[in-house]
């Protein structure tokens, strides 16, 4: 039975999210017991992988920053075992990182990555509960002075799928800003993120970045609606017959396409006993490997020197990484209590 959905969902019969009858139910014991089992692989890879990076750079980055605190901090919400002290080590790092770099941020200028940058350092700071501050007001200026006329951010380099996408860009920007905006920057943010929704409104969504950054956008910048459930439906229908999603339309299923999904798909309302989520559950739990990553081959030209931060997948290991948090995130998240409504 299964085998026959599979090949009719792939020929266009039925609809790309049906589910089939054996599907993990997140909610089932069994079920759960598997996804903490995944979970407990997956947590020290990735705090390994935040703890070893500090040894090798002193610049912030997302995938061995934010994405590893946000993994661990669903995973604790889980009710699985995170090392307490690990969450406040990422926050000082990458503190550190962009007070070293203060005159810059208030300047508007040479931040590498630019408004993504920006936006996914604001965002582990929020994920840690990092209070407003000198640093956070100096980013914020860094935003206000490096929007473009058209209200989007843009970026240094094109290295997909995480450093790719200007709707990703831009919503991180947008959302950084309406959460830390200081009392005397509150006009100048308001007038920004009104371009910010203006340019989002009329935005292409190609790739899968693109498709899950509007919908994350929809909660991050308080956005109901049709705008909600239109691109909700966009990302329900990219799914595939495996249960995945892929970075674009061309590639296959992979763990970083479909972990940022899920995660946001359930972030944004999707129930997780949904026929979709329970499938892209299984594809997650199904393409785990044994030391608790995934591996996602690298599209990125690189822009530096390669180094080994010891994680796995050799020169993969950085987009691994990543896929790796979202992963984590998204598979804790189908275990949890759902999130309460946007602020």
């Not at 929007?147 to 920007?173: F, K, Y």
């Amino acid at each position: 039975m299964r085998s026959l959905i599979v090949v009719l969902s792939a020929l266009g019969f039925l609809p790309a999210f049906a589910a089939p009858a054996e599907a993990d139910d997140p909610a089932n014991p069994a079920s759960r017991a598997k996804i903490v089992a995944a979970l407990e692989r997956g947590v020290p890879l990735l705090e390994k992988a935040a703890r070893n990076y500090p040894a090798h750079r002193k610049c912030f980055a997302c995938h061995h920053q934010t994405l590893p605190l946000l993994g661990l901090g669903e995973a604790r919400r889980a009710g699985v075992k995170c090392d307490d002290t690990l969450p406040q080590a990422i926050i000082d790092f990458a503190g550190a990182s962009f007070r070293g770099k203060l005159d810059d941020l208030k300047a508007g200028e040479n931040i590498g990555g630019r408004g993504l940058t920006v936006g996914y350092g604001l965002l582990a700071l929020r994920l840690a509960d990092v209070k407003p501050d000198e640093l956070t007001e100096a980013m914020v200026t860094f935003l206000l002075k490096s929007q473009e006329a058209d209200g989007r951010w843009g970026l240094n380099a094109i290295r997909p799928p995480a450093e790719d996408s200007l709707v990703m860009c831009t919503v991180l920007a947008a959302a950084g800003l309406r959460h830390y905006a200081a009392p005397a920057q509150r006009p100048s943010a308001e007038a920004a993120l009104e371009k910010a929704h203006n340019w989002l409104r009329s935005a292409k969504h190609e790739s899968q970045e693109d498709k899950v950054a509007m919908l994350w956008g929809c909660r991050l910048l308080g956005i109901e609606g049709d705008r909600l459930d239109e691109s909700r439906q966009a990302v329900l229908d990219a799914q595939r017959a495996d249960g995945g999603w892929g970075q674009t339309a061309e590639m296959e299923s992979d763990a970083y396409a479909s972990g940022s999904t899920l995660f946001v798909l359930l972030e944004t309302g999707l129930a997780e006993t949904h026929a979709a989520a329970q499938r892209a559950v299984d594809f997650l739990l199904k393409t785990q490997l044994d030391d608790g990553s995934w591996h996602v081959a690298t599209r990125a030209k690189p822009v530096q020197v390669f180094f080994d931060n010891g994680d796995p997948h050799g020169k993969d290991q950085f987009i691994s990484i990543a896929a790796s948090g979202w992963s984590v995130a998204a598979l804790a998240r189908a275990i949890r209590q759902p999130a309460e409504p946007a602020k």
